[in-house]
């Protein structure tokens, strides 16, 4: 099949994947969250959305692959799979604020080729195919393209919670925070689409499956970022990763560095990057 066709597929996943969320958003007490074995909620409309897109991807590629953060793997085999999280941000989702995102992403083996960020709610969305331009559309302006930004002290940072930095990562974690010009909290895949619009320069986060991070990787890529581990190197689809994403390439050994590092400078002095540091008795992370 040719590439324009996977493109019409993923927004179509993602069209039919919005129609199933957005009646559930803001429903008040009438939209139940159970909690799955890791202690994340999912709701009625994660499960709904997930069924929505299999349908459409299963019609149009018989063949592929599709890895849910729902329902599963389906035909393991198949070179090309597709990758959804109906719901990154579930929290958000179940709160009422229009964070959160559905996520649809392609691999050729282990490789991200196509990626979407839809926002249903607000009607933003990133579509990003690797080796070309990243392509937006949304009501409030921006344009896809990050933002020069080479010296550590003038970059935004970004992180969805302080939960999702563990007590080994938190030293490193603290040490960039207090190196930037400034911290803010929450936006799960929101936020990197912002940083793919040159809102934000970093964001920097643990407990990240393949399903949080695959469809990231051609958005970012594709607007002149990076995306990686914390040690710099491609993040891997088995198990669970530390991501970092940059909009400047050159950010990326900077705070590689500090990530790596196991001290924490003083945080006295400029009290937007104080707010970044991380209580220490921050809890295990549950999965937004």
């Not at 929450?186 to 986060?205: S, T």
């Amino acid at each position: 099949m040719t590439e324009a066709a996977w493109i019409a597929a993923a927004e179509a996943a993602a069209d039919v994947a919005g129609a199933a969320i957005r009646p559930h958003f803001r429903a008040g007490h009438a939209l139940d969250a159970a909690l799955k074995d890791d202690r994340s909620p999912v709701t009625i409309a994660d499960r709904t959305a997930e069924l929505a897109m299999r349908a459409v991807l299963a019609e149009r590629f018989p063949d592929h692959g599709i890895m849910g953060e729902e329902f599963g793997l389906q035909r393991p085999e198949a070179p090309l799979r597709w990758v959804l999280d109906p719901i990154d941000g579930t929290r958000a989702f179940i709160t009422g604020r229009p964070v959160f995102g559905t996520l649809i992403a392609l691999l050729e083996g282990s490789r991200p080729i196509l990626g979407v960020i839809d926002q249903p709610i607000t009607g933003e969305r990133w579509v990003g195919v690797a080796g070309q331009a990243t392509r937006f559309r949304g009501p409030f302006g921006g344009r896809p393209g990050c933002r020069p930004c080479p010296d550590l002290a003038q970059a935004e940072l970004s992180c969805t919670s302080p939960e999702m930095v563990d007590d080994a990562a938190r030293p490193g974690w603290q040490r960039l925070a207090a190196s930037v010009r400034r911290v803010s909290w929450g936006g799960d895949c929101y936020a990197y689409g912002l940083l793919a619009l040159g809102q934000i320069d970093i964001v920097a986060e643990g407990d990240m499956k393949i399903w949080d991070w695959a469809a990231l990787v051609p958005v970012i890529e594709g607007a002149g970022g990076r995306l990686t581990g914390w040690d710099g190197e491609p993040l891997r689809p088995e198990g669970t990763s530390r991501a970092l994403a940059v909009g400047d390439a050159a950010l990326l050994p900077q705070a590689v560095a500090l990530l790596a590092s196991a001290s924490i400078p003083p945080m006295a002095g400029d009290p937007d990057r104080v707010a970044g540091v991380i209580p220490s008795t921050a809890a295990p992370r549950t999965s937004p």
